[in-house]
C-alpha cells in the first residue's frame, strides 16, 4: 500500500427486506467516515434530497432519517466494500485496490429491489465493471439508472439541479412500481 494512499472500508447498507429501489455510492467520503453515516459532508445534497422526495426532515438525528428511508422502501449502499484512495474524492480510488460488496448476497436477501440508482458516475462505473458481471442472471436484469452525483465536488448542478434530476427520476419509478 503507498503512503499517501488510505484503505477504506464502507458501511453495512441500509435496507430492510422490503425494499424496493437500492441507492449505490461508490465509497463513503472522508467526513461520512468520521462520522460512520452516509452522507455526513455537510454540503452533500443526498439528505436534502430525500427530505424533498420523502419529507425525511433532514434535521433529524441520523438513526431516525436511516428508519424513515427504510419504511419508504429505499436501501442505500456502496459498491465498494474497501479501496485505497487519499481523500474523499471519486477520481482519487486507486481502481487496483477495489473489493465489490456482495451483491449476490445482497439481492438474495433483498429479494423486492427493482431498481438501482447510481449517486454519480464512478459508482455506476464500478457497478458495471466489477459487480455485473459477477452477478446471478436474474440480478443483472435490475434496471440501473445514473443519477448525479450529491458531493459537494460534484459543482457542475446546483443543489436545486440535483434535486429536480433525483426527484424526477425516483417519484417515476416510485409510482410505476409500487
Partial sequence: MSENLTRCYSFPPIAATSAKILILGSMPGAESLRQQQYYAHPRNAFWPIMQGLFAIEMTLPYQQRCEQLTQQRIAVWDVLKACERPGSLDSNIALDSIEANDFNAFFRQHPNIHSVFFNGGKAEQIYMKSVLPTLDKIWQKIPTERL???????????????????????????????
Wanted: charged letters at 25%; a positive charge.
Fill in 148 to 178: 448525479p452525483s450529491t458531493s459537494p465536488a460534484h459543482a457542475a448542478l446546483s443543489l436545486e439541479e440535483k434535486q429536480t434530476i433525483w426527484l424526477e427520476q425516483l417519484s417515476s419509478v416510485k409510482k410505476t412500481k409500487q
